[in-house]
């Protein structure tokens, strides 16, 4: 089962330190994240191609709109 997690309204390094902690306790299980930032999402997307995520879908956020994506562990075959 995944998890979600709504960082509206937090910091953007407040709201990784959650994503991280999740993620991490999910065992690689995907989250669901809710968020309406779009500086905090370029900051996710690059930590997710830097640590073998993926994010899903692909978007381009406005500032102050609500979105919502999910972050998976990129599993090697």
Known sequence: M???LDVVGLECEEA???I???LRKGHGL???VRSASAPFHQLL???ASSTDHLLHP???PVQGE???LTVSKVMPC
């Open 58 to 60: 692909a978007i381009k």
């Open 16 to 18: 990784m330190f959650y």
């Open 20 to 22: 991280k902690d999740v």
């Open 2 to 4: 995944s998890k979600s």
């Open 45 to 47: 997307s690059l930590w």
């Open 30 to 32: 995907p989250l669901a």
């Open 66 to 68: 609500v979105w919502e």
